[in-house]
């Protein structure tokens, strides 16, 4: 915008051409966005009233100069790099500002550019802001969670973490929470299909606690199970039972360019029809997004979610709301 006011002030006729050009841009750029937010409304419509749809893809319509720019993001350490998790209040132009200034201050610091042509890390950045904030549009709830993860090999890097997602909001939730996540770079999630073999109650508290005793948390009261952070534990987790539960897993994967939607949390203790999903095994540079929506009202229990995504560095701002 700045270089095309500069332009047009002292261009005379020919701003005429660049603002036409303009418009024809901004016409295409909200084309995309009204198509994707038709396929975002109409995936999470299908996951939160389907019993028997635990996830969903929907696609990005992410436009080659973004692809080109995910492409020439380059991991600055041969590590793992911490994930970090924002609150974010869509409906607030300084959470807006500071969630943007957060996103490329994240990719900065992990990442590098390796194409002088091309400001990867500013057009990765708005993506991820222009993602979200569509997603949001058509959750239709103001405010998210967005946790954002870089790295060159996934945690679990030689077994797949089977897991379902309990709930984010207290124990008795809205019991059609529906997550997002999304890859920029590497290999999105993988899903388990429905069947009746694994979408049950008696499979899904077997995948809880052998889960619990993968991360070695004994405690026996559920609820507080729930609460527990699991991300410390990652590095001494044994996940080899988890991974041999599904023995012969039929699986779906995500990629760049889909985001997807999948049930969470369920009825109090019950989280049978959530999604049973995992880090896909890779090893490879990988830049990963999930986001978790929520209203003012959900976002009051910060302390419960505190523990439950197990961050000491989650900071929320509306609870006074």
């Keep these: 915008m700045t270089i095309l006011s500069t332009v047009i002030r002292n261009a005379g006729v020919f701003s005429v051409a660049l603002v036409s050009i303009a418009s024809q841009q901004k016409i295409s750029t909200n084309s995309v966005t009204q198509e994707r937010q038709k396929q975002l409304n109409h995936a999470i419509t299908q996951v939160a009233t389907q019993q028997y749809i635990p996830f969903v893809f929907a696609n990005l319509n992410l436009s080659n100069k973004e692809l080109l720019a995910f492409k020439h993001l380059k991991l600055k350490n041969k590590i793992t790099c911490p994930g970090k998790t924002l609150d974010y209040d869509s409906t607030c132009n300084t959470s807006r500002d500071k969630f943007l200034l957060s996103i490329r201050k994240i990719l900065k610091m992990n990442f590098f550019n390796d194409n002088d042509k091309l400001d990867s890390i500013h057009i990765t950045a708005q993506s991820i802001f222009n993602i979200v904030n569509d997603t949001l549009k058509a959750y239709n709830k103001p405010l998210a969670i967005i946790m954002i993860r870089s790295s060159l090999k996934a945690p679990f890097s030689t077994n797949h973490r089977w897991h379902q997602d309990g709930n984010y909001f207290g124990l008795i939730p809205d019991k059609n929470l529906v997550k997002a996540s999304f890859v920029l770079k590497g290999p999105g999630t993988d899903f388990i299909n429905y069947s009746d073999e694994y979408y049950n109650h008696d499979f899904s508290k077997k995948l809880q606690m052998e889960q619990l005793k ?18 410390k534990a990652f590095k001494s987790a044994d996940l080899s039972s988890l991974s041999k539960l599904i023995p012969n897993p039929k699986f779906r994967s995500s990629s760049v360019g889909k985001i997807a939607f999948f049930k969470v949390g369920g009825n109090k203790h019950d989280i049978s029809f959530a999604a049973i999903h995992s880090e896909p095994i890779v090893d490879g540079e990988r830049l990963f997004v999930a986001v978790i929506p929520g209203s003012v009202k959900d976002f009051k229990d910060c302390d419960f979610l505190k523990r439950r995504i197990g961050r000491a560095d989650f900071i929320c701002t509306r609870t006074k709301n």
């Design 214 to 231: 993968a991360f070695k948390l004994t405690n026996h009261d559920f609820s507080k199970k729930l609460q527990i952070g699991q991300v």
